[in-house]
């Protein structure tokens, strides 16, 4: 049987009509808030993973995330590099402006490389 890998995310209506995300950085947002939107959980990926998640460029993705920290939704903090591959921990902010409170702590790890 062939091996699969499925991945998906979900994107919640508040995304866009509260937070006006659209495109890319709706996506990016979706997949963020989809694996840190538990109390003290975070999402840890390289930005390759994050690019290829949503089927874009690690340019294009990197930007986005710049864009969505700039407007406050999206904490993200360098947690190692090899070579030029940046692995990086994403919080989704909530959209009331605290960090996401719904549930018990832990970390994903999702999409290193």
């Not at 209506?13 to 937070?19: A, C, G, P, R, S």
């Not at 090899?82 to 909530?94: F, H, S």
Request: proline share 2%.
């Amino acid at each position: 049987m062939p091996k699969t890998n499925i991945k998906f995310t979900t994107i919640h209506n508040w995304m866009i009509t509260d937070l006006g995300l659209k495109g890319n950085e709706l996506l990016i947002y979706a997949v963020i808030y989809g694996y840190s939107n538990i109390d003290g959980q975070w999402y840890t990926a390289n930005q390759q993973s994050l690019a290829e998640f949503i089927g874009t460029d690690r340019t294009n993705t990197n930007k986005v995330v710049q864009k969505l920290q700039r407007k406050g939704l999206v904490i993200a903090e360098q947690v190692n590099k090899v070579g030029t591959a940046k692995t990086y921990r994403y919080k989704a902010v909530a959209p009331n402006g605290g960090e996401n409170n719904h549930g018990n702590g832990g970390e994903n790890n999702h999409g290193n490389g």
